[in-house]
């Protein structure tokens, strides 16, 4: 699936980590996100990797784009996207930022909260809003619970209050949780939804939209569900609680259209140990870590698949941290990570699966490492 990412590296050889990112692969995942869900526009979550290219190649096959700050709606706009296929997805907003995406014709906000409402309708009035309901994040590896979203009956009030100040009351919008591998996740959080369309229908308001947001997986160490899988639960969840009166649906995925598009290229520093204790664990600093762009590590939670110049070798646990003089860039420590026992000092590593949230967490030069180095091919 990679090997044009491989033959690239190999032609064009680099200095420090990069991440390589195949354009194909994400081509592959946008059509395989419209073919599974085909009634459901795609809105790429903007965050999980803005490089310009990436962003061009989905505005050109069509997708819309799910943003959270003016800068990445202008990457959007820049991309080709057309100002009706954007939406501003962060339920916190700046007033004077609302009206900027404003004035750059942006019509579809998410909220969560009456303030948020009241904001909007100042600085955006007669714009269509969602409103974000809570979701636990069970069953997800990157959950994204408590921040975003309110209780299903508070979205009510949110949504008939912005009726009243005269914006649209568009939807309803959830997040499973971000690397969900359970496609039937989506069922509780639709059962909500219905709910908050059959209560609004009676109080006079018609809402239009269930905005299924992202959460689809890429495939880590753990197997995942196709996507076909997730189509099929979502459609099934869809039908069960709106009957034959399904909305028009949108999905936001931002790691299942790139995680897989990319291999991060990186290099052993040093491998030494803390005493000569015989079953002492190896320690191995690789040049690139939490603050180069691997900060989903944090709390070991993703496990990126590594290759090494030695697999097939006999294979011993490391610790496995980054090159930064600070103690909290370790990446897997707690659940050792198994590596071949003649990986040496300066052995290429590629670590893949790494096409979304590496980039954009890469720190901008902390003790003087660069920030992440991306080329798409
Ligand atoms: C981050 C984010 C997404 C993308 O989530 P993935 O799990 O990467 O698909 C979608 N919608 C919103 C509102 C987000 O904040």
């Known amino acids: 699936m990679t090997e044009r990412i491989l033959n690239y590296m190999a032609a064009h050889p680099h200095e420090g980590p990069r991440l390589v990112v195949d354009l194909d692969v994400v081509r592959d995942n946008y059509r395989a996100f419209s073919k599974a869900l085909p009634d459901t526009r795609v809105f790429y979550a903007v965050k999980a990797n803005p490089e310009p ?46 009206a900027a995406a404003r004035a750059l014709g942006i019509d579809l906000y998410a909220v969560d909260c009456i303030e948020e409402v009241e904001k909007i309708a100042r600085a955006a009035p007669g714009a269509r809003v969602f409103a974000r309901i809570l979701c636990d994040g069970a069953g997800a590896e990157w959950p994204l619970s408590r921040k975003f979203g309110c209780v299903p009956e508070m979205a009510v009030d949110v949504l008939e209050h912005a009726h009243r100040l005269g914006l649209t009351a568009y939807g309803v919008s959830f997040h499973v949780g971000s690397q969900q591998r359970d496609p039937k996740m989506w069922n509780g959080a639709l059962a909500s939804a219905a709910m908050i369309f059959r209560t609004l229908a009676e109080r006079g308001i018609t809402l239009s939209m269930v905005n299924l947001g992202g959460g689809f997986p890429t495939r880590y160490l753990k197997k995942i569900p196709g996507v076909e899988s997730y189509g099929t639960a979502i459609f099934n969840a869809l039908r069960k609680h709106f009957g034959n009166r399904i909305p028009e649906t949108i999905i936001e995925p931002g790691r299942g259209m790139v995680g897989n598009a990319g291999i991060i290229e990186s290099e052993v ?22 603050f180069g762009g691997l900060a989903e590590t944090m709390d070991e939670a993703i496990r990126y698949p590594i290759k090494t110049p030695r697999d097939g070798a006999e294979l011993a646990p490391c610790v496995l941290a980054g090159p930064t003089c600070d103690s909290a860039d370790v990446m897997y420590e707690k659940d050792p990570y198994f590596l071949p026992v003649s990986l040496e000092i300066g052995d290429r590593v590629l670590i893949e699966a790494t096409g979304a949230y590496t980039t954009t967490y890469s720190s901008c030069a902390f003790n003087g490492f660069p920030p992440l180095h991306t080329v798409c091919i």
């Open 53 to 98: 290219k990436v962003l061009k190649l989905l505005a050109d096959l069509g997708s819309c784009f799910d943003t959270a700050s003016v800068v990445e709606i202008k990457l959007a706009l820049d991309a080709g996207a057309t100002p009706d296929r954007i939406s501003f997805g962060n339920t916190i907003k700046k007033e004077r930022d609302i």
């Open 269 to 290: 520093v040093l491998i030494s140990k803390k005493s000569n204790a015989a079953d002492e664990t190896r320690w191995v600093y690789l040049d690139i870590g939490k």
